[in-house]
């Protein structure tokens, strides 16, 4: 089961994701909810990247320096869609189909997860080439 690329990507990250969620409520603790979205994007962008060069893309070429900057270019775009699904999610639409408690943990769940399938591409097309 996991010998397909693409599985081995939804494992590793499913793991980034969780620690990205997890620590977005420790960040919350101290931050407002968008500031704490962005430093858990990063905790996940850690954790997804050491995962990702070890286990889902460990025969790419290129340094480590390429790698990085275009994980991060990657990334970046993949924040940017995570910000816009979560704050859209946890101030207009959650709201108004009446749904009030724990609105941030839910828009948050649903943007983590928006970015799946444009970054496993930016990954296996320009990251880890």
Request: glycine share 4%; charged share 5%; net charge positive.
């Amino acid at each position: 089961m996991f010998k397909n690329q693409f599985m081995r990507f939804l494992v590793a990250g499913a793991i980034s994701a969780t620690a990205n969620y997890s620590s977005r409520f420790f960040f919350s603790s101290f931050f407002s909810f968008s500031t704490a979205i962005v430093l858990a994007y990063f905790v996940g962008m850690l954790v997804a990247f050491i995962l990702m060069r070890s286990h889902v893309f460990p025969a790419s070429s290129g340094s480590i320096a390429r790698q990085l900057s275009c994980f991060a270019a990657v990334n970046l775009l993949a924040v940017l869609q995570t910000l816009a699904v979560s704050l859209t999610l946890a101030s207009v639409w959650l709201p108004a189909i009446g749904i009030v408690n724990n609105t941030e943990a839910l828009a948050h769940s649903v943007g983590v997860a928006a970015p799946i399938v444009t970054s496993y591409y930016g990954h296996k097309y320009l990251t880890f080439k």
